[in-house]
């Protein structure tokens, strides 16, 4: 199965695990007295909006270059990262808002079954977290990994409902604000994982140079290939599920072009053999020179 099949699967878990969770918090925290289920119920039905931008977004940019895309179009997925992150943070501001006026304004003790739910709702929130997340290492999709995130920012929101309420019934009249604390607590919890979601979706949109484990792998699987003697410069992008290369490789000085030009495409060849994460590869074929290759063998 291609990563871009596996992340769609992946969401498409998301999406429909979402679902459920709303309608079951929602109907917990109205029946149950507590606005912490209640403010859970709203990051889950963002949730469900943002995992369906994540299938659109993966579904965009799963689609094969173009005369106008030679690159594809992977570079809208961290585009799409930043709306789920932004319904995140609209979500996480609607929480705040809503938990500082119950906290202002008396109300009754929650139910004690609500714990109940949201041990459940914890432990299945927890599950698909490590899940979805483990699926967006293997396919390098930072849309994948946001909403991954997305359910531990869940799991943490009922972790803080289920403080507070156990806090509300345990301490009884006078304590009903406590799960209302637990909201507002858990409000500020998105918004930090809101900022860890969004900055890796920055660098890739900067081109920022992140990826010095993958700059090791290319560095040595070059020297396999016959007629490299070493390299210089390496730069990568991240573009969607797939990693651009621009790479100087060092050949003898004394070939000619066509000689040159082969062992360019033969580097070209085993870079996206051996390495699977590579998309397009740009070999720039530098002449031997002993001091050349020197300070290039010290950057390895």
């Known amino acids: 199965?291609?990563?871009?099949?596996?992340?769609?699967?992946?969401?498409?878990?998301?999406?429909?695990?979402?679902?459920?969770?709303?309608?079951?918090?929602?109907?917990?925290?109205?029946?149950?007295n507590s606005y912490a289920l209640v403010a859970d119920a709203i990051e889950s039905t963002a949730d469900i909006f943002s995992s369906f931008l994540v299938l659109l977004g993966l579904k965009y940019t799963s689609r094969p270059a173009d005369d106008n895309h030679p690159y594809g179009h992977g570079r809208a997925e961290p585009l799409f990262t930043?709306?789920?992150?932004?319904?995140?943070?609209?979500?996480?501001?609607?929480?705040?808002?809503?938990?500082?006026?119950?906290i202002r304004?008396?109300?009754?003790?929650?139910?004690?079954?609500?714990?109940?739910?949201?041990?459940?709702?914890?432990?299945?929130?927890?599950?698909?977290?490590?899940?979805?997340?483990?699926?967006?290492?293997?396919?390098?999709?930072?849309s994948l990994k946001a909403d991954a995130w997305h359910h531990r920012s869940d799991a943490i929101t009922s972790v803080a409902a289920f403080i507070g309420i156990t806090l509300s019934l345990t301490m009884g009249k006078g304590y009903e604000a406590a799960d209302d604390w637990a909201a507002l607590f858990a409000s500020g919890i998105i918004l930090y994982n809101s900022y860890l979601i969004f900055r890796p979706a920055l660098g890739e949109i900067m081109d920022e140079q992140l990826y010095d484990e993958l700059v090791v792998k290319i560095r040595n699987t070059s020297l396999t290939v016959q007629g490299v003697l070493?390299?210089?410069?390496?730069?990568?992008?991240?573009t969607g599920m797939k990693y651009h290369v621009d790479l100087h490789a060092i050949v003898d000085g004394s070939l000619s072009v066509k000689e040159g030009h082969d062992i360019a495409h033969r580097l070209q060849d085993s870079l996206r053999d051996k390495v699977e994460e590579i998309g397009h590869v740009f070999v720039h074929i530098e002449p031997y020179e002993p001091k050349e290759l020197s300070e290039a063998q010290k950057k390895m």
């Open 105 to 142: 304004t008396p109300h009754e003790l929650p139910e004690s079954w609500t714990l109940l739910v949201l041990l459940v709702i914890i432990i299945w929130k927890e599950a698909c977290f490590r899940i979805v997340l483990r699926r967006s290492k293997e396919t390098n999709s930072s």
């Open 230 to 238: 070493g390299t210089e410069k390496c730069y990568i992008r991240k």
């Open 1 to 32: 199965m291609s990563n871009e099949k596996k992340a769609i699967k992946a969401t498409w878990f998301s999406l429909l695990g979402n679902v459920g969770l709303a309608l079951l918090k929602t109907a917990a925290g109205i029946f149950g």
């Open 82 to 102: 930043f709306l789920i992150v932004g319904f995140l943070v609209t979500s996480a501001t609607i929480i705040a808002i809503q938990s500082i006026k119950n």
